[in-house]
Nanobody
Framework: QVQLVESGGGLVQAGGSLRLSCAAS????????MGWFRQAPGKEREFVAA????????NYADSVKGRFTISRDNAKNTVYLQMNSLKPEDTAAYYC?????????????????WGQGTQVAVSS
């Protein structure tokens, strides 16, 4: 089992940047595929990005391609989401998730472990 704690959220103006971090407990972090999801008020949770267990493969939602970058540091048990060129529509609670699959899956159902979320607000 793994426990996840997100940080790095905040308020930023459109066009700005934020870096989210997700710290994981447990000695098997490197064996998990990691994902970021987000949920805006009144909307369903949606996939943002995912990275395979050794960081070779990544996957992004079309809405964030070219603006967001997911990465991981297995020595630090941490996964990151660098968010650039932020837009007001990126405003949401962002969640980190861990799953045992080998591929950076988009479906939230492949991720059994979730953090509590960190809030990102982008002003226009």
């Amino acid at each position: 089992q793994v426990q996840l704690v997100e940080s790095g959220g905040g308020l930023v103006q459109a066009g700005g940047s934020l870096r989210l971090s997700c710290a994981a407990s447990g000695r098997t972090f490197s064996s998990y595929t990691m994902g970021w999801f987000r949920q805006a008020p009144g909307k369903e949770r949606e996939f943002v990005a995912a990275i395979s267990w050794i960081g070779v493969r990544t996957n992004y939602a079309d809405s964030v391609k070219g603006r967001f970058t997911i990465s991981r540091d297995n020595a630090k048990n941490t996964v990151y989401l660098q968010m650039n060129s932020l837009k007001p529509e990126d405003t949401a609670a962002y969640y980190c998730a861990a799953g045992s699959g080998r591929s950076p899956a988009m479906s939230e159902y492949t991720y059994p472990y979730w953090g509590q979320g960190t809030q990102v607000a982008v002003s226009s």
